[in-house]
């Protein structure tokens, strides 16, 4: 019996499953050394956004100029809150608010409107998310600017222990901590693209998804504490306080509002926000890298 020659028939390593985690992780390491191309993009999403504007991307700063007024004018009155503390406090938080949800709404149809480009440039798809992300990064840094105009014209009120409202808890003022909220947006972008992914996939292939997204966000807005401030729970609820805080404590937006605005507020940040957060960034990552597992190669055909 002839022997068969390992020369005819040389020995070839089987192809990679295209369901791994290792081509999950790869898509989105790929995403990141792509870096220069999705940071570019971002850039000229909003430079064509603003084309022939006579003050460009100005405009999103004096969007959120007037929104953040108003709001904290509003309820200022509506909870007899000091406007020198309040309106502070409804700026930050809008803003870091304006952020999670451009992600979240955007995210979800990030590979839909992405649609030429997947199918014609092979790319991780991450990139696609990493491009989204990166244009909100650019719209929270213009937004900043409101930030540090209202911190120039209220800084007298803030830089010494405080109260937003009546009776409300005394809060330590600005100090050194307010580098805390570096760490806390580094968290909130994190998490920002494992979220994309996830709704960006599901929704891609279930299109119901985005309309039922953008109905529900409104609903979590007036949920969280944004335009109101979660020590009035206490305050007016009375014997069902405890029930009523721990509602706002269940809303997970709540904390990653909170550990990016109570730092550039001078406000203390309580461990177990950090704690929630962590949780989220650690459990959401692994979902998303499942989905990236079973469902990254689908994504072309699907849109």
Request: aromatic share 14%; proline share 6%.
């Amino acid at each position: 019996m002839q022997a068969t020659s390992t020369l005819d028939h040389p020995e070839v390593p089987p192809a990679a499953k295209s369901r791994s985690f290792k081509r999950a992780f790869a898509d989105v390491r790929e995403a990141w050394d792509h870096r220069e191309l999705w940071g570019h993009l971002g850039w000229q999403d909003i430079k064509q956004r603003y084309r022939r504007s006579v003050i460009g991307p100005l405009w999103i700063t004096i969007s959120m100029a007037t929104t953040a007024l108003a709001l904290g004018l509003l309820y200022s009155v509506l909870f007899k809150a000091n406007v020198p503390t309040f309106l502070p406090y409804v700026t930050v938080g809008f803003i870091v608010w304006q952020f999670i949800v451009g992600c979240v709404t955007e995210g979800t149809d990030v590979f839909i409107v992405n649609e030429g480009i997947i199918k014609h440039l092979p790319a991780p798809i991450t990139v696609h998310v990493m491009r989204m992300v990166w244009r909100q990064v650019l719209f929270l840094l213009h937004n900043l600017v409101v930030y540090v105009v209202v911190l120039a014209i209220f800084f007298t009120a803030l830089d010494h222990p405080y109260q937003i409202t009546e009776d409300g808890p005394v809060h330590p003022g600005l100090s050194w901590t307010i580098v805390l909220a570096i760490p806390g947006f580094v968290l909130l972008a994190v998490n920002a693209v494992w979220i994309s992914l996830l709704f960006g996939v599901i929704s891609t292939r279930f299109r119901d998804i985005p309309p039922v997204v953008n109905s529900f966000i409104n609903l979590v807005f007036f949920m969280t504490p944004i335009v109101w401030d979660a020590g009035v729970l206490q305050k007016v609820a009375g014997d069902d306080a405890k029930w009523r805080v721990l509602i706002a404590e269940l809303n997970p937006v709540f904390h990653f509002v909170e550990i990016v605005r109570a730092p550039m507020l001078g406000h203390k940040v309580d461990w177990h926000h950090w704690a929630v957060v962590g949780g989220f960034t650690v459990v959401g990552w692994l979902l998303a890298l499942v989905i990236l597992r079973n469902y990254r190669a689908r994504v072309s055909y699907w849109v």
